[in-house]
């Protein structure tokens, strides 16, 4: 077994000179991480996911939602109580923490309000919507413009289930609905559908969606294939833990037959760049 191997078991990480795949070689931001686990506030739990994060080589987590059990249709109360764990997390790990505040289409009074008092956070840098209804209803584009006025970046979840979504999960096309009425927002199209080959084609004539890769199977091709039909700047990494391993999430990269400079941007710098746009916008 080979020195490296040995060294991260014992909690040390190889460095760049140790081999191909050593964790240090990349800079790594997670562009999707959730509250789960077992600490009983949000500080304790993001300490938990950044306990793993740090061992993994993981910079900087982006987190969402607040604490598990995730809420799919939250009341504006659920959505103000969701956004402060985000906040508390962010809180607690000033340094290795950025966040997404959580808004419903159900609710646009709530979530315009959500938006402007969470966004005031120094490290919150975007949006998340999840299954509340779907991303292509008008009712979101007062939401959808409030961010765009913070320079916020809409991460929208989309799914495409063999076995059919849920009543109001919207898809990879609903996503591309939503963007092309927005061109000029930049949208991430979280999971990039999960099934990717499908996911892919809806959103690859659409230049303001990103493919995030978070929370899939590591198959062999999803990235090379992101690569060809997106480019190399509109694919963007994330694990979606702690539903997904750090290290089943790092091999579709590290295992992708794509050159290093563009695994650095799909690891973090395609998603830094969106983030210091809403960072950069806070300090004007
Ligand atoms: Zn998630």
Redesign the pocket.
Known sequence: MQASVLAVGAGVLPRESEGAVGFQKFRIWDA?C?LGGQGASAAQRAGELLSVARRMGVEKVLI?MGRTPHLADPTPSQLVEKNNDMTAALNAFPKETLGLVYVSPKHVAASVAEIDRCLKHPRVVGLKLWIADKCSVLAIDPIIARAAAHHATIHQ?VWDKTGGNNANESTPEDLAALARRHPKTQFIA?HSGGNWERGLRALRTVPNVSAEI??SEPVAGFVEMAVRELGADRIIWGT?AG?RSFASQLAKVYAARIPDATKQKILCDNFRRQAERALRFKKN
């Open positions: 999707h959730h969402a979840h979280m978070a929370g979606d539903g």
